[in-house]
């Protein structure tokens, strides 16, 4: 297992065929805690990488991200959010993919338990979901879910699943287009779109969940 604590700079990072786990509480220079990974202006390529049981803020965070690929992996028992993107300065995403991941089992105080996007005032470009599996991620705050944006102009999920989940997603002044979605049994309402979101869904399977979409 290793410890990822910090990398800074432009430069391109990649996990492949990897674990991650059991790591203990790292600080980065604000004092906040993180766990497996802090960059900054970096591409960051996540393949059949497992990240599981860690205990901080995040598993992964990427600051002022260039792009990023995450693909058949997995974020599993973290405590704290699986995946945070944190744009801490305007730039326009060129690829963004998180693909045929698991996220089981990750528990947040609030944001996103699974995945946590904050952008910069509509300044990145689409960020794609795609055939990924959400299990029972929970949340202790209402403002929460397993998938979590801010200020993101377009999400496009297609293929998930979202199971058990306190929430599948919630959404902040961010547009989501979902396609091909499964959502059961997830609690609270499925999606909760607040400060001028908007969903759209398209040929999505909703079924079982407390309430469906609500809005503030």
């Known amino acids: 297992d290793s410890m990822f604590e910090k990398n800074i700079g432009e430069s391109v990072i990649v996990f492949n065929n990897s674990t991650t786990s059991y790591n203990g509480t790292a600080l980065d220079e604000a004092g906040n ?14 393949t059949g990488t497992e990240f599981s049981d860690n205990e901080s803020a995040e598993a992964v965070i990427l600051n002022s991200a260039a792009d990023f690929v995450i693909d058949h992996s997995s974020f599993t028992g ?8 944190s ?17 089981n089992g990750n528990t947040v105080a609030g944001g996103g338990s699974a995945i946590h996007l904050i952008g910069s005032n509509g ?41 058990g989940n306190d929430r599948a997603m919630y959404l ?18 499925f999606i909760h779109a607040a ?22």
Not at 134 to 162: E, H, I, K, P
Not at 195 to 213: E, F, H, P
């Open 33 to 46: 805690e993180i766990d497996a990974y802090v960059t900054e202006n970096a591409k960051l390529s996540i």
């Open 78 to 85: 973290n405590t704290g959010t699986g995946f945070k993107l």
């Open 87 to 103: 744009n801490m300065s305007p730039a326009t995403m060129m690829d963004a993919v998180i693909s045929n991941t698991l996220f």
């Open 123 to 163: 300044e990145f470009e689409t960020v794609r979901i795609e055939g990924n599996t959400f299990l029972n991620n929970t949340a202790d705050m209402d403002n929460s879910g397993a998938v979590y944006a801010n200020s993101f102009r377009s999400l496009n999920l297609a293929n998930n699943t979202f199971v």
């Open 172 to 189: 902040s002044s961010s547009k989501a287009f979902l396609v091909n979605n499964l959502l059961v049994e997830n609690g609270y309402d």
């Open 195 to 216: 400060s001028g979101s908007a969903v759209y869904l398209t040929n999505g399977n909703v079924l079982g969940n407390v309430t469906k979409i609500s809005a503030n």
